[in-house]
């Protein structure tokens, strides 16, 4: 908000939301910060404006998305459990991104999305 000359403490009313997606579509509220893949089924219903995407808008495209981090004294504990988690989200990341409609057929069928788009 201050980026574009907002005060968040005088210039946003800050509310909590069990049901985000529901309670935007109908009003209740101005702006939201959606991540995919409710991004994704707002824009497909014409719901709302996007107006910052952080994939292609600049200075944060620029930026790192998605990190994992461990604390020291885990890593040093466990370090063959440690490497074994990252192993898995890594080769979670390359199957998604070697078949992605398998993948996107995997979020439908174990029900983290409603549909395929």
Known sequence: AAYIGLDPNNDIEWVQESKPVEAFAKGKFDAYLFTPPETQQLRAKKI?????????????????????????????????????????????????????????????ERGFVDSYE
């Open 48 to 108: 709302g404006h996007t107006i910052l995407n952080t994939t292609v808008d600049r200075p944060w495209s620029q930026h790192f998305c998605c990190m994992t981090s461990a604390a020291a004294d885990y890593v040093n504990k466990y370090p063959v459990a440690t490497k074994r988690v990252l192993r898995a989200i890594v080769k979670g990341a390359d199957l998604c991104a070697s078949n992605p409609a398998w993948s996107a057929g995997q979020m439908v």
